[in-house]
T-cell receptor, first 118, second 110 residues
């Protein structure tokens, strides 16, 4: 079974702090994703990465950065946390569909990190 | 207009009922993804399909590419099926980004 783990289930940080959220997958997936989920808004893509050191902005990248130094690990960084970044953060991984076909593109999710910024 | 629309938004049913959740989309796609999210946050992949029908236990997913429509059915529903069901599509011109539906919240009463 694919396993995607996230470093924390719950996190409370103060405004202005630098926050690191880590995600690790064990299935040798090329693609990794960071989403945030807010009530009534569904899943919104922050950043994704299709290879080591490669990243692409998603729909809402402002206020976030990412790092992918190793294939299995994808980090989301909040440079200076703000209260409007209080949210559920979900990491996911998938195979690269061009290599493996569109049906291999199932995204596998971690348990999520509920971040509160006070 | 959203590119992926799910209906209904909310559904409450009695245990044992046959459940149908619909997903319509407006773009050409390579594949469609159904996922389940239980209270507490965890999201689980149910199906990835590009044609026809797939079945897993009491869950059945169908897709009609010509009509740009997919359905998720649950037979003999049970309270443990209570969750949010999410549809997402992989556009033909994309290798990375799914377009997400807003989800259907299903409650099954005993």
């Amino acid at each position: 079974d694919v396993k995607v783990t996230q470093s924390s289930r719950y996190l409370v940080k103060r405004t202005g702090e630098k926050v690191f959220l880590e995600c690790v997958q064990d299935m040798d997936h090329e693609n990794m994703f960071w989403y945030r989920q807010d009530p009534g808004l569904g899943l919104r893509l922050i950043y994704f990465s299709y290879d080591v050191k490669m990243k692409e902005k998603g729909d809402i990248p402002e206020g976030y950065s990412v790092s992918r130094e190793k294939k299995e690990r994808f980090s989301l960084i909040l440079e200076s946390a703000s209260t409007n970044q209080t949210s559920m953060y979900l990491c996911a991984s998938s195979l690269y569909p061009k290599r493996s076909g569109a049906l291999s593109y199932e995204q596998y999710f971690g348990p999520g990190t509920r971040l509160t910024v006070t | 207009k959203n590119e992926v629309e799910q209906s209904p938004q909310n559904l409450t049913a009695q245990e044992g009922e046959f459940i149908t959740i619909n997903c319509s989309y407006s773009v050409g796609i390579s594949a469609l993804h159904w996922l389940q999210q239980h209270p507490g946050g965890g999201i689980v992949s149910l199906f990835m399909l590009s044609s026809g029908k797939k079945k897993h236990g009491r869950l059945i997913a169908t897709i009609n590419i010509q009509e740009k429509h997919s359905s998720l059915h649950i037979t003999a529903s049970h309270p443990r099926d209570s969750a949010v069901y999410i549809c997402a599509v992989l556009p033909m011109d994309s290798n990375y980004q799914l377009i997400w539906g807003a989800g259907t919240k299903l409650i099954i009463k005993p």
